[in-house]
């Protein structure tokens, strides 16, 4: 069977109606990236980034998956499919793909601020004095710029499997992801699906790269018919 490595962004999420990051009226265009995303801002007004991560979390109750990801549940008819996705929201799972990494962490989860392997399931508002069962304040549990991305070596060795590979809405501008690319081998076919396509240097050297400049809702469809008999 065929892998296909599928590396998804923000833009997969915004036809769900979820903001995107970078784009015109993004969410780091409304909020300092540095006191809602990172430990300082944690450290400084900790308030502050779970009211943030609050909202996220309500709105995710109020969305759906789109065309983009019920689209990729259907490669798994033929291919052995796996989705890295930077995304925290849970709409590739609810979609029904079966195989998901989570780079940059889930909305859905929370994790001790003492001990960070006390990981628990959050579907409700996070309060500062709600405690993991060692009397520690719980987190989001999400990748804050300055910190390490903990699943980038398991992503960088599916890639290096991947026949084919789909970028899709990304502005390939945060790195460890970016440079998730590097990783795949040098024949594997790779799809870029994007309605604004960041064309990075990485990209545009390669042969087999296949750009789809649409949204995900009509690109992605697109390029799994393109890939089913
Ligand atoms: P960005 O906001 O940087 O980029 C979103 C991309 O989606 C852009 O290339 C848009 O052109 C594209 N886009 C917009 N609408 C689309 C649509 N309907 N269909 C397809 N694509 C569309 O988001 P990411 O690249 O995901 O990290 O950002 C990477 C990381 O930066 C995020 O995971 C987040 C952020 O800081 C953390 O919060 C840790």
Request: charged share 20%.
């Amino acid at each position: 069977m065929e892998k296909i490595v599928v590396l998804t962004g923000a833009g997969i999420s915004a036809e769900s109606g979820i903001s995107t990051f970078r784009d015109a009226n993004g969410l780091w265009e409304n909020h300092d990236i540095m006191e809602v995303a990172s430990p300082e801002g944690w450290r400084k007004n900790p308030s502050l980034v779970l009211d943030f991560y609050n909202a996220r979390r309500r709105q995710l109750k109020e969305v759906k998956p789109n065309a983009g990801h019920t689209a990729l549940v259907q490669l798994e008819e033929k291919y052995d499919v796996t989705i890295i996705t930077q995304n925290v929201d849970n709409l590739h799972e609810r979609a029904g793909s079966s195989h998901i990494l989570h780079l940059h962490g889930e909305l859905n989860k929370v994790r001790s601020t003492g001990n960070p392997s006390l990981i628990y399931d959050w579907h409700d508002d996070l309060h500062i004095g709600d405690l993991c069962e060692k009397g520690y304040q719980l987190r989001p549990h999400i990748v804050w710029f300055t910190e390490p991305v903990p699943n980038i070596v398991t992503a960088a060795s599916i890639c290096e499997t991947a026949d084919i590979m789909i970028i899709i809405g990304t502005s390939m501008q945060v790195y460890p992801a970016a440079g998730l690319l590097e990783y795949a081998p040098r024949l594997c076919k790779i799809f870029f699906i994007d309605p604004l396509p960041n064309l990075t240097p990485s990209l545009t050297t390669l042969d087999n790269l296949h750009v789809i400049q649409e949204k995900a809702g009509v690109g992605v469809p697109k390029v799994v018919a393109s890939l089913l008999p």
